[in-house]
């Protein structure tokens, strides 16, 4: 792969529009000065704004990722009962799964480095503030993507990839791409096994981004923008943050984090069967509706159709065989 640092635009496999970067994070203040972007450019209306202050960056500590899925692929992941890297990049995709107490430890940090000579009265007298912002797509227990959610830590995820895929090396991860779409900046982490380095050494290791780090059990992610819809400005008051309403909402950009595990297509990344007794959930649509059709417009309807499932209805009986066991045992 030619690292370029460039922008092209390109249709992605769910038919949306693009701009792409390699081999490098571009951090938002850097993304209003770039020339390649500027003009008609998909991303340009909301990312040229200027934004009232609101909490940048917010460091989470991530340690659970979340795969989403259609109805389409339902079926083969657990008919399979794993992950096939899919498209002509052979790569897995999963998104940060972001909890309410990830939230309230990112705001404990963002006060910390925001008034680092308060004291410990101020900061206990401090009222929750970030769920204020916390408003894009990243948060929310919906999904673009389908109605299908797995979950897993991602320490679970890292060793099973290192067994499966790299053969009990250690993955290497690397810079793999900035994505802007019309309101959305994607960083993306590139997992893969030192057996194909050949492929990836153009890329930078992930040791070198100021924006994300991992230190082998979580994602570390400085977020620039966490709100997409701003209807709240930061300001100071003392040493405390004080929130105010604005007298009119803004549209601007929002950033996630994703990682793409490298999986060739004679491979499968597969979880025991028991490791998928609470996977998958089920999820709502969100608003922008991404699974190309794949989707139930309701939790209902897609838990019937997971209840369906040839796959589901075995491991449904499975945990009744067990229940009624251990009933048996116990009444015994």
Same mark, same amino acid.
């Given at each position: 792969? #030619? ?12 038919? $949306? /529009?693009?701009?792409?970067c ?10 209003? =000065? &770039? ?5 008609? %450019?998909?991303?340009? /209306? ?10 940048t ?6 340690? +659970?990722?979340? %795969? ?21 990049? @052979? ?9 309410? +107490? ?5 705001? *404990? ?14 900061? +206990?007298?401090?009222?929750p503030? =970030?769920?204020?912002? #916390? #408003? ?7 999904? &673009?993507?389908?109605n ?23 993955? $290497?991860?690397?810079?793999?791409? #900035? ?6 900046? *994607?960083?993306?982490?590139? $997992? %893969? ?6 492929w ?7 040791? @070198?981004?100021? !924006? ?17 819809? %701003? ?9 405390n ?8 909402? +803004? ?18 990344l597969?979880?025991?069967k028991? @490791? ?17 059709n ?11 159709? !997971? ?11 499975? /945990? *009744? ?7 048996? $045992?116990?009444?015994?």
């Amino acid at each position: 792969m #030619t690292t370029t640092g460039n922008f092209y635009e390109r249709r992605n496999a769910r038919n $949306v /529009k693009e701009l792409v970067c390699d081999g490098k994070y571009i951090e938002i203040k850097d993304l209003k =000065l &770039r020339d390649d972007i500027k003009g008609e %450019h998909i991303s340009w /209306k909301y990312l040229s704004k200027d934004i009232p202050d609101y909490p940048t960056p917010v460091e989470f500590h991530i340690t +659970e990722v979340a %795969h989403v899925t259609n109805k389409k692929c339902i079926e083969g992941i657990l008919s399979s009962c794993g992950f096939l890297g899919l498209d002509e990049d @052979s790569l897995s995709w999963w998104n940060l799964k972001i909890s309410d +107490e990830d939230i309230t430890a990112a705001e *404990e940090r963002f006060i910390e480095s925001f008034f680092p000579n308060s004291s410990k009265e101020e900061r +206990e007298a401090q009222q929750p503030f =970030l769920r204020q912002f #916390t #408003t894009s797509p990243l948060f929310r227990e919906s999904s &673009r993507y389908g109605n299908f959610r797995f979950t897993y830590q991602l320490t679970e995820l890292m060793e099973a990839y290192k067994e499966q895929i790299c053969v009990d090396e250690e993955p $290497v991860l690397r810079l793999y791409q #900035t994505k802007l779409f019309k309101q959305e900046i *994607e960083y993306v982490i590139l $997992v %893969h096994s030192p057996k194909v380095n050949r492929w990836f050494k153009d890329l930078p290791e992930l040791a @070198s981004s100021p !924006l994300v780090a991992y230190d082998g059990k979580q994602i570390i992610w400085k977020a620039q923008a966490i709100c997409e819809t %701003h209807n709240f400005q930061m300001a100071k008051h003392e040493n405390n943050v004080v929130i105010e309403p604005m007298n009119s909402f +803004e549209f601007y950009v929002w950033d996630q984090l994703s990682l793409a595990f490298h999986i060739e297509s004679n491979k499968i990344l597969a979880f025991p069967k028991r @490791s998928l007794d609470q996977n998958p959930s089920v999820c709502e649509i969100d608003q922008i509706d991404l699974s190309n059709n794949g989707s139930f417009p309701s939790i209902a309807e897609a838990k019937e159709f !997971l209840e369906s499932l040839p796959e589901y209805e075995s491991k449904k009986d499975e /945990k *009744e065989e067990n229940l009624s066991g251990k009933i048996k $045992v116990e009444d015994e």
